[in-house]
């Protein structure tokens, strides 16, 4: 084989586009149009050159990506249901004055061009609200160009075909479409050939304005408003190709765009390594890049490569995951002292023998231990309704966060269109991708350069509520509990998001064999405990008493008592996840402060769910329950003053929880929404929540639904009436914004910020009302004391871990990393307490034992 090129990821389309330069299609070529003599924009699909296989190429975004096929040079849209298209991703339409030429081969899938139905051929100028090529690819409209299988032509609507109009004889025909100024408009032309090159038809408009001509080129199948995916609205066909009424299958090839009006964009090619994920923990990478679905005979393996000087090395070589499409490399006794740039690398094969390398490159930052603060940016809930999202991510980026935390819902069933395909599993599995892809193709620029964690929440599996019953099938209903997908499929939804974490704490599968991804990570000198809080967790209905209401997860009686829904045996994070959560708040090495990552906040504020007038009384999607387990985990975290962070409400809050008295556990910030779609409002009136002390202030001492203490800092209710013609403004009327959370380790505090959709978080006085808020580490567990021991005066240790065991217990009462030697240590109950101190990093340790606390205690101990 010969030696493969080496090109940047952004020469890699136009030089695959090159490789079919001067080669004969395996059909029989027809009559060429003639090009435009300014052909810098020209184009022209290399699908020939191409292995079968799902995946058009990165120069192509397909509606519904596996309703798409290469197959015998050519591309075919294998579901005959409406509204199925192809954007070209690398030239649109630009704003300046010129004309177009296009033309692509059309055929039927299953026969001759006139033995069936449907309709086929271009959308041009298709655009989408943001005027942005991306958000043009799910939202866009444009001008349809096309034939139908009764031999219509048409320039706008299809009905306005006409019948007959053309006679379809043969498998294939050429449709030509050629576009010029005439004074302040267009006249487009649209003309179909045969493959002898005989014109069968021509239909011709003038008064097409100069603004529908801008944007993007696609070819469409079937025009009309889109089919869910799989064919239609209703579940899913097996087969997913049947000839519906009015539709067809179709194929195209040979499509070749040119014209003084195209603009070239080579750097909007979305593949084949379309973006990566890392974490940097304890001296281990793990990166994770995400394919699309590529053929059987190509490439099965990506190379992971640093620089070195002015070469690049290879790290490791790994399998690509055939239903993930992942591949994930892990490099222990990694230098997390410096920056260090790599890439990944990708050999894809044509057919003739030619390869051609493409890159994804990015930087593995170096370990921020030495700074001052660690800065988290929360991100979830995002349906995509403002999709790229692109001034979002710019003001995210502005902040530089060190680490991202994707807290759940990356998407929503809704994203990108077509509803969701449950079966067959093959389509299923890809029908997610294209989601997860939309997710990643939003933050890719970010999550290439920095740390981030991704935790799956119900949306991501496809439920609009999961309570996983530690990995157990569907049951009976959604409420019951259970997964409603296949193992194999959550799996992937799993590996997707999470192969790139650290090893996890438990590796072996729980039931059905789904897979686990809670454990540790520490990084710049925080230590996080990444939680599964919906796995585990136990289903209400047929545990708890009837709602009273048609769900089984909803509660509207204001007479609702939530002892009656604490009942023994519920699970909220497994025991496994306990145990982890033990042994976690004990671990300090590298840890000067602990913070623990979930989906949701473990309380129930929201009080209004989905619109105004959406009272519930309570809600068992929330972590408040179950009430038992829910406490247990937090008198767990509590030892660790971690801090919480987490989203899932579409309602941005900072809430201190309560176990048995206000305050007596640690803060959890729900963070906003990126696009909320499903709104929630903080209105405690609505159902009865008093404020303790009095006052119809909104913040301060409440008790939530299922009766835990809870303390309300800060929050933002979006608009009752929040629907505005402008996405990006709807998006901030409902509350979305931009979530962190920052770590100050000189300080011993958190920081929490959070910004509204649109606010520049460099200009100060943007925030939210009530934002920013500072807390003390210490007010994670604020717990009254009761006694004092002496206090420590500690030399010789830096940066002390202090440890009180209760000696009638053998239990810790909680752990703290000092930022100097001086502390005195307060508890909870007089009797005798054993101090453990130490420097985790060099296991020096000091057990100090039989320590009597005093109410009040003047002593010093020397350590």
Request: charged share 25%.
């Amino acid at each position: 084989m010969k030696s493969a090129p080496k090109v940047t990821r952004r020469k890699f389309i136009s030089t695959s586009a090159a490789v079919t330069a001067g080669t004969m299609v395996a059909a029989k070529a027809l009559p060429r149009l003639a090009q435009a003599a300014d052909t810098a924009g020209g184009f022209r699909s290399n699908w020939d050159q191409c292995f079968d296989r799902v995946w058009l190429g990165p120069e192509y975004w397909a509606n519904p990506l596996q309703d798409w096929q290469i197959k015998n040079g050519r591309a075919e849209c294998v579901n005959a249901a409406l509204g199925r298209n192809v954007h070209l991703l690398t030239r649109q339409l630009g704003t300046q004055p010129g004309t177009l030429q296009m033309s692509v081969r059309i055929g039927r899938v299953d026969g001759n061009l006139a033995q069936g139905k449907g309709s086929a051929g271009f959308s041009i100028g298709v655009q989408g609200p943001l005027k942005e090529y991306r958000n043009s690819l799910l939202y866009g409209k444009g001008i349809d160009a096309g034939l139908t299988a009764e031999g219509g032509l048409f320039i706008g609507e299809v009905r306005s075909a006409v019948a007959g109009t053309v006679k379809l004889e043969g498998k294939e025909v050429e449709l030509r479409l050629k576009a010029e100024p005439v004074g302040s408009g267009y006249r487009v032309t649209l003309s179909v050939v045969d493959a002898a090159g005989k014109q069968l038809g021509e239909i011709t408009r003038e008064d097409l304005k100069a603004e529908q001509m801008q944007g993007n080129l696609v070819l469409a199948a079937n025009y009309g408003a889109p089919q869910g995916a799989g064919g239609g609205k209703a579940k899913a066909k097996a087969k997913g190709a049947e000839n519906n009424a009015g539709t067809g299958q179709f194929w195209f090839a040979d499509w070749r765009v040119s014209g003084t009006k195209v603009v070239a964009h080579e750097e909007h090619a979305f593949g084949p390594i379309l973006f990566t994920q890392y974490t940097l923990s304890q001296g281990t990478l793990k990166l994770s890049a995400q394919m699309p679905p590529m053929g059987e005979k190509e490439s099965q393996t990506a190379r992971l490569e640093v620089r070195r000087g002015n070469t690049w090395a290879k790290l490791a070589e790994e399998q690509i995951h055939p239903e993930a499409r992942t591949v994930t490399f892990r490099v222990d006794k990694w230098d997390a002292k410096a920056a260090q740039e790599y890439r990944v690398a990708y050999a894809q094969k044509f057919q003739g023998g030619k390869t051609q390398e493409a890159y994804w490159t990015g930087s593995i930052r170096a370990d921020p231990v030495e700074q001052d603060q660690l800065s988290v940016l929360d991100v979830s809930c995002n349906i995509h309704a403002a999709f790229p999202n692109h001034g979002y991510v710019a003001n995210a980026a502005k902040l530089n966060p060190n680490f991202i935390a994707f807290t759940g819902d990356q998407f929503y069933e809704s994203t990108g269109g077509f509803g969701v395909q449950r079966a067959p599993l093959d389509k299923a599995m890809i029908d997610y991708l294209r989601k997860w892809y939309i997710h990643g193709w939003t933050w890719r620029e970010l999550t290439k350069d920095r740390p981030s964690v991704s935790l799956p929440d119900d949306h991501d599996v496809y439920q609009g509520n999961l309570w996983g019953e530690a990995g157990e099938g569907k049951k009976t209903t959604q409420e019951a509990g259970g997964y409603d997908m296949p193992v194999e499929w959550v799996n992937v939804v799993h590996r997707t998001q999470t192969s790139h974490h650290p090893q996890p704490y438990d590796a072996t599968p729980c039931k059905r064999g789904t897979t686990n991804y809670y454990g540790a990570l520490t990084y710049g000198g925080i230590s996080f405990a990444i939680l599964a809080d919906r796995q585990y967790k136990s289903g209400p209905e047929g545990k708890v008493p009837k709602t009273g209401t048609p769900r089984g997860d909803h509660v509207k009686d204001l007479n609702f008592d939530p002892k009656t829904a604490d009942v023994p045996g519920l699970q909220l994070l497994g025991e496994k996840q306990m145990q982890f959560l033990r042994e976690w708040v004990t671990n300090w090495e590298s840890a000067e402060m602990k913070a623990v990552i979930s989906q949701t906040v473990f309380t129930a504020m929201a009080t209004t769910h989905g619109s105004p007038d959406g009272m519930l009384r309570a809600d068992y999607d929330s972590n408040a329950w179950p009430q038992t387990p829910r406490n247990e985990a937090l008198k767990i975290i509590r030892k660790a003053f971690a801090f919480h962070i987490a989203g899932d409400q579409h309602l941005p809050a900072l809430v201190h929880y309560g176990v048995d008295t206000h305050r007596d556990a640690g803060v959890g910030f729900a963070g906003p929404a990126v696009n909320v779609g499903y709104p929630r409002w903080w209105k405690p009136e609505t159902t009865q929540r008093v404020r303790k002390g009095g006052g119809k202030e909104l913040t301060g001492d409440f008790t939530d639904h299922f009766g835990n203490p809870m303390t309300v800092l800060a929050f933002k209710n979006g608009l009752e009436n929040a629907q505005d013609p402008d996405v990006l403004k709807f998006m901030e009327n409902k509350s979305s914004g931009i979530g962190m959370v920052r770590f100050d380790k000189v300080k011993r505090q958190v920081i929490v910020e959070c910004w509204p959709y649109l606010a520049d978080p460099t200009k100060p006085g943007t925030q939210f009302p009530g934002w920013p808020v500072t807390l003390n580490t210490r007010d994670n567990y604020a717990r009254e004391a009761v006694a004092y021991l002496p206090t420590l005066e500690i030399s010789g240790m830096k940066q002390p871990l202090v440890e009180i065991i209760e000696e009638k217990t053998g239990e810790l009462v909680y752990g703290l990393r000092l930022r100097e030697g001086k502390f005195q240590p307060h508890v909870f109950a007089l009797g005798n307490y054993s101090v453990k101190v130490s420097e985790p990093e060099t296991r020096k340790s000091k057990v100090l034992k039989g320590i009597a606390a005093k109410t009040t205690n003047p002593d010093v101990l020397k350590v």
